[in-house]
């Protein structure tokens, strides 16, 4: 049911890491799921003209979680900032030549734990947010409070268990 990009990606994961100080985290999930990823950027130093120097990931999900979040990471290497932020699931799933239906959903995970990690970098430098990263974070935000408030519990109880894994 998968292609054979999606195989390859998922027995031979690029990036997949955690980082030592990262600029930008973006944890994002979907507990009905039970599926959890955090993704990771260093940003050069390079103000309007910033890339995307280093990227990568932990991911806690199915095989085409764990393949979308491989794919993204070699897309968004050595993309400028504005760049990244156009990065769609559609398109990770395009470059795996494709998904199954059902398993589109999975995509997302990757290309939100990307706006998140981007949307993370420019609060804490206090750069000003791109309009369309700031709609985009606003929806993923909506998503994860709405998830929240339905298994808060599930959430803490994840957040516990990566710090403890360190
Ligand atoms: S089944 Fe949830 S991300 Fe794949």
């Not at 999900?61 to 050595?78: N, R």
């Not at 420019?122 to 709405?146: A, C, F, Q």
Request: overall charge negative.
């Amino acid at each position: 049911m998968y292609t054979e990009k999606v195989m390859e990606h998922f027995n031979n994961p690029r990036n997949q890491r955690k980082m030592e100080e990262p600029d930008g985290v973006g944890k994002v999930g979907n507990p009905a799921c039970g599926d959890v990823m955090w993704l990771y950027i260093k940003v050069s130093d390079r103000g309007e003209d910033s890339v995307i120097e280093d990227i990568s990931w932990e991911t806690f999900g199915c095989t085409a979680a764990i393949a979308t979040s491989s794919m993204i990471t070699d897309i968004a290497k050595g993309k400028t900032l504005e760049e990244a932020v156009e990065i769609t699931n559609r398109k990770v799933a395009d470059e795996l030549d494709g998904l199954p239906p059902v398993k589109m959903h999975c995509s997302n995970l990757a290309a939100d734990g990307l706006i998140e990690a981007l949307y993370d970098y420019y609060t804490k430098v206090g750069r000003e947010v791109p309009k369309s990263l700031e709609d985009k974070h606003e929806k993923i935000e909506g998503e994860m409070d709405r998830l929240e408030e339905k298994y808060g519990e599930y959430l803490s109880m994840e957040e516990e268990l990566h710090n403890s894994a360190g």
